[in-house]
């Protein structure tokens, strides 16, 4: 198993430009996760998908889309990107209701908007 | 979900017991205690967690207070690897969860620097 997976791992924007950042599990996983990081900091929810169909708002989601585009796969869009944008994504996925205990992360994707 | 403290960084010598406390004084009734930890530039993995009995498995022993107040996290045989920044989170969860998800809240954690 690939566990999750996010592409691309690195990623320069300029301001004003879109993109979106893929996420997939193969886990059989219900539930879906975007989080950013910014340096020296925890990290913040963004958006969060709870089953196949649904997506809901998380701490900060602000210049932010989503998709869950099926069971799998989660991408998180900006469509017009900012400097404040500048941070390391990570995608995450878990089981939902008592099986909710672990979420399982992807590497990260790197972005630096200019 | 409640919030907790942590130190900001500790250190542990090589082949000791790391032990690495958190404070969540208003931990709920139906909220779990939850371990991860991030080593450098990679994603948070999934430590343990517990929701008021002690717990163990291969990676680490989680102590719970019997006011559950706080909480320590021991590694016991601490590895160079093992340096990482380590969360301690408390959220509703497991038995108590509804149908959906919800994010976790991480705080900044504690920076275990592991000395050779």
């Known amino acids: 198993n690939a566990g999750v997976t996010q592409t691309p791992k690195f990623q320069v924007l300029k301001t004003g430009q879109s993109m979106t950042l893929q996420c997939a599990q193969d886990m059989n996983h219900n539930s879906m996760y975007w989080y950013r990081q910014d340096p020296g900091m925890g990290l913040r929810l963004i958006y969060y998908?709870?089953?196949?169909?649904?997506?809901d708002k998380g701490e900060v989601p602000n210049g932010y889309n989503v998709s869950r585009l099926n069971k799998r796969e989660f991408s998180l869009r900006l469509e017009s990107a900012a400097p404040s944008q500048t941070s390391v994504y990570f995608c995450?996925?878990?089981?939902?209701?008592?099986?909710?205990?672990?979420?399982?992360f992807g590497p990260g994707t790197r972005l630096t908007v200019t | 979900d409640a919030k907790t403290t942590q130190p900001t960084s500790m250190d542990c010598a090589e082949g000791r017991a790391a032990n690495l406390p958190c404070n969540h004084s208003?931990?709920?009734?139906?909220?779990?205690v939850y371990w991860y930890r991030q080593i450098h530039s990679q994603g948070p993995q999934y430590i343990i967690h517990g929701l008021k009995n002690n717990e163990t498995n291969e990676m680490a022993s989680l102590i719970i207070t019997e006011d559950r107040k706080s909480s320590t996290l021991i590694l016991p045989h601490a590895t160079l690897r093992d340096t990482a920044v380590y969360y301690c989170?408390?959220?509703?969860?497991?038995?108590?969860?509804?149908?959906?998800?919800?994010?976790?809240?991480f705080g900044k954690g504690t920076h275990l620097i592991i000395q050779p």
């Open positions: 995450a996925s878990s089981f939902s209701g008592r099986s909710s205990y672990e979420q399982y």
């Open positions: 208003t931990i709920s009734g139906n909220e779990y």
């Open positions: 998908s709870a089953s196949e169909g649904t997506t």
């Open positions: 989170i408390v959220r509703v969860g497991g038995m108590y969860s509804g149908g959906g998800a919800d994010g976790l809240t």
